[in-house]
């Protein structure tokens, strides 16, 4: 069983960064395929970016370019560093993992939530 604990959200203005963590604990950090997701009001939750315990990642086409999202095994951390804001960045972002060692596996694990805001 594992848990997620994001932190760093917050309000920016448009061209801003902002840097996300999500802390993990509980199981093995690198059985754990580790991602972002997002959802603003009245959408569906839409996936943002996601890394491998060997680093191996990849990301929303509509962040390319402006997210990067990192991990730290001995720490237990996975981090999304978003730079250039828009508007339509806002969302609640959430952490979630994945169990890489099952077949099929698909993303339990959840944490609960850090809001960004930009403003325009």
């Known amino acids: 069983q594992v848990q997620l604990v994001e932190s760093g959200g917050g309000l920016v203005q448009a061209g801003g960064s902002l840097r996300l963590s999500c802390a993990a604990s509980?199981?093995?950090?690198?059985?754990?395929?580790m991602a972002w997701f997002r959802q603003a009001p009245e959408k569906e939750r839409e996936f943002v970016a996601h890394?491998?315990?060997?680093?191996?990642?990849t990301c929303a086409d509509d962040v390319k370019g402006r997210f990067t999202i990192s991990r730290d095994n001995a720490k237990k951390t996975a981090d999304l560093q978003m730079t250039s804001l828009k508007p339509e960045d806002t969302a609640v972002y959430y952490c979630?993992?994945?169990?890489?060692?099952?077949?099929?596996?698909?993303?339990?694990?959840w944490g609960q939530g850090t809001q960004v805001t930009v403003s325009s």
């Open positions: 509980g199981g093995t950090f690198t059985d754990y395929t």
């Open positions: 890394i491998t315990w060997n680093h191996w990642f």
């Open positions: 979630a993992a994945m169990n890489s060692r099952v077949a099929g596996g698909e993303y339990r694990y």
